[in-house]
């Protein structure tokens, strides 16, 4: 699972049947404290999050488990807004 910053939007209008009603959005990874940490990624969207917002990620077969992803072709999909992150050094 990773923390990640949703930055934007992927309009897809030709793209695999099943994925039809599904937002795209892209988003990077973040450490604990906020701090990009990774390369872009698009994901699929099943919490209904936005651009600006701090998010928990699933990719490759965990993907494929969120709701509404049984045997769709995605290897990112946000399944949490994050409200707060703690870290205690």
């Not at 897809?12 to 990874?29: H, Q």
């Not at 990624?41 to 998010?55: F, H, I, M, N, Q």
């Not at 995605?74 to 707060?84: K, L, S």
């Amino acid at each position: 699972m990773l923390l990640a910053r949703v930055v934007g939007t992927v309009v897809a209008t030709r793209k695999d049947p099943r994925l039809v009603s599904n937002k795209l959005l892209i988003a990077r990874p973040t450490d604990p404290r906020g701090k990009a940490d990774g390369a872009y990624l698009v994901a699929v969207d099943t919490v209904d999050a936005g651009v600006g917002e701090t998010v928990l990620i699933v990719s490759g077969s965990s993907a494929r488990m969120a709701a509404g992803m049984k045997d769709c072709p995605v290897d990112a999909a946000i399944v949490g807004i994050v409200d707060t992150v703690e870290v205690s050094d």
